[in-house]
């Protein structure tokens, strides 16, 4: 199909800041995979925000590729969408020192992400660490881009995209940019820690029995969910229990995720049978869905020619449509060429 009579374009980033989990998986990345059949999809590999915290640099080589070839691995389609390293599309950074004018201090101020990256070492951490919600606006805007999937720990970062494109709009008086909406799936909005079901999963937790990697062999998820914290009850006889045992909850929506299945019908399922008995199918259901992707993901990561081409190509297609936009955007805040 022509990519042209698409209604919308789709924008989403992941870091490759090493080490993809179940949450990047269940939360992100599996959520892009049918958006390409129905907008034209742009998929990036975020190196520019990796940096805002330290990255080795040989690391962040490795760490794109493992991403290049999650997305790939996942079902995503390098035909259909563009799939890109957003350090090689010179006019996200470009355009964002423009939204660097425009955003104001107290919106920035007021992102959490910042809060907890930098704790109590504000004075300490990057300014790139401080501004990263202004690339990741631009990121968005330089496509255009009306509809965004992400986890909901983004949500804040999109609201601040939505203001940046309605200051923008009206500061110049021109419908420049459309208002993009974000695409945060439910049923696996925030996928938690597997030794606290209070606590996201994350690449920064210290314990990583906390969280199952893309690249766990079936033995290390087995092990992983068999120690996944439960409590010492069976499961309850009522839903409205579980609000209460936030780790029960999690097992259950992670199955739910990877099963494509609703919530309430797994919930139905387990209602007071023993943990073992969730925890026991858990682990088939989370083999079943991460061993394809791993195999995939290995194989791919043996031909680094071949995705080295994949992300080459795509940041050229990726380029073709950012060089548009900001032209618009010289054009009317009188940036362009005097000639
Ligand atoms: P991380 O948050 O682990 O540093 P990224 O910032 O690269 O990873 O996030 C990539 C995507 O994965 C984002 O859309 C984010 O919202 C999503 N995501 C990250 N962790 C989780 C989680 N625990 N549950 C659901 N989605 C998540
Ligand atoms: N900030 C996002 C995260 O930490 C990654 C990201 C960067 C992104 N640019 C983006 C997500 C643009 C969506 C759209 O997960």
């Given at each position: 199909?022509?990519?042209?009579?698409?209604?919308?374009?789709?924008?989403?980033?992941?870091?490759?800041?090493?080490?993809?989990?179940?949450?990047?998986?269940?939360?992100?990345?599996k959520?892009?995979?049918?958006?390409?059949?129905?907008f034209?999809?742009?998929?990036?590999?975020?190196?520019?925000?990796?940096?805002?915290?330290?990255?080795?640099?040989?690391?962040l080589?490795?760490?794109?590729c493992e991403?290049?070839?999650?997305?790939?691995?996942?079902?995503?389609?390098?035909?259909?969408?563009?799939?890109?390293?957003?350090?090689?599309?010179?006019?996200?950074?470009?355009l964002?020192?423009?939204?660097?004018?425009?955003?104001?201090?107290?919106?920035?101020?007021?992102?959490?992400?910042?809060?907890?990256?930098?704790?109590?070492?504000?004075?300490?951490?990057?300014?790139?660490?401080?501004?990263?919600?202004?690339?990741?606006a631009?990121?968005?805007?330089?496509?255009?881009?009306?509809?965004?999937?992400?986890?909901?720990?983004?949500?804040?970062?999109?609201?601040?995209?939505?203001?940046i494109?309605?200051?923008?709009?009206?500061?110049?008086?021109?419908?420049?940019?459309?208002?993009?909406?974000?695409?945060?799936?439910?049923?696996?909005?925030?996928?938690?820690?597997?030794?606290?079901?209070?606590?996201?999963?994350?690449?920064?937790d210290?314990?990583?029995?906390?969280?199952?990697?893309?690249?766990?062999?079936?033995?290390?998820?087995?092990?992983?969910?068999?120690?996944?914290?439960?409590?010492?009850?069976?499961?309850?006889?009522?839903?409205e229990?579980?609000?209460?045992?936030?780790?029960?909850?999690?097992?259950?929506?992670?199955?739910?995720?990877?099963?494509?299945?609703?919530?309430?019908?797994?919930?139905?399922?387990?209602?007071?049978?023993?943990?073992?008995d969730?925890?026991?199918?858990?682990?088939?259901v989370?083999?079943?869905?991460?061993?394809?992707?791993?195999?995939?993901?290995?194989?791919?990561l043996?031909?680094?020619?071949?995705?080295?081409?994949?992300?080459?190509?795509?940041?050229?297609?990726?380029?073709?449509?950012?060089?548009?936009?900001?032209?618009?955007?010289?054009?009317?805040?009188?940036?362009?060429?005097?000639?």
């Amino acid at each position: 199909m022509n990519k042209n009579f698409f209604s919308g374009r789709v924008l989403s980033g992941v870091q490759p800041t090493g080490g993809l989990h179940l949450g990047n998986y269940l939360g992100a990345i599996k959520n892009f995979v049918p958006l390409q059949e129905k907008f034209q999809s742009l998929f990036c590999v975020v190196d520019l925000h990796a940096i805002t915290v330290w990255q080795d640099p040989k690391d962040l080589i490795a760490n794109k590729c493992e991403v290049a070839a999650a997305f790939i691995a996942s079902g995503i389609d390098p035909k259909k969408s563009i799939i890109f390293n957003q350090s090689q599309v010179p006019e996200h950074t470009q355009l964002a020192w423009v939204l660097n004018c425009i955003a104001r201090m107290g919106w920035l101020n007021r992102m959490t992400q910042f809060k907890d990256k930098a704790g109590k070492n504000k004075e300490k951490v990057s300014v790139g660490l401080y501004t990263y919600p202004i690339l990741m606006a631009s990121d968005i805007m330089i496509y255009k881009a009306t509809h965004v999937p992400v986890g909901e720990d983004q949500k804040q970062h999109l609201e601040l995209t939505r203001d940046i494109v309605q200051k923008f709009n009206n500061d110049f008086k021109k419908e420049v940019f459309p208002m993009p909406e974000p695409i945060i799936m439910k049923s696996a909005a925030r996928i938690m820690s597997l030794r606290d079901g209070t606590k996201k999963m994350s690449k920064s937790d210290i314990s990583e029995y906390s969280r199952i990697m893309l690249t766990d062999n079936n033995d290390e998820i087995a092990k992983k969910i068999k120690k996944a914290k439960t409590d010492a009850m069976p499961l309850p006889e009522n839903i409205e229990e579980l609000e209460n045992m936030p780790e029960a909850k999690n097992l259950l929506t992670i199955y739910s995720a990877c099963e494509n299945k609703n919530f309430d019908e797994v919930f139905l399922k387990y209602q007071n049978r023993n943990f073992s008995d969730l925890k026991e199918d858990l682990i088939e259901v989370v083999i079943n869905k991460l061993s394809p992707i791993r195999e995939e993901m290995i194989k791919l990561l043996d031909n680094h020619d071949y995705l080295q081409g994949i992300l080459d190509s795509g940041s050229l297609d990726a380029q073709k449509i950012a060089k548009k936009v900001l032209k618009e955007v010289y054009d009317v805040t009188g940036l362009n060429s005097v000639s």
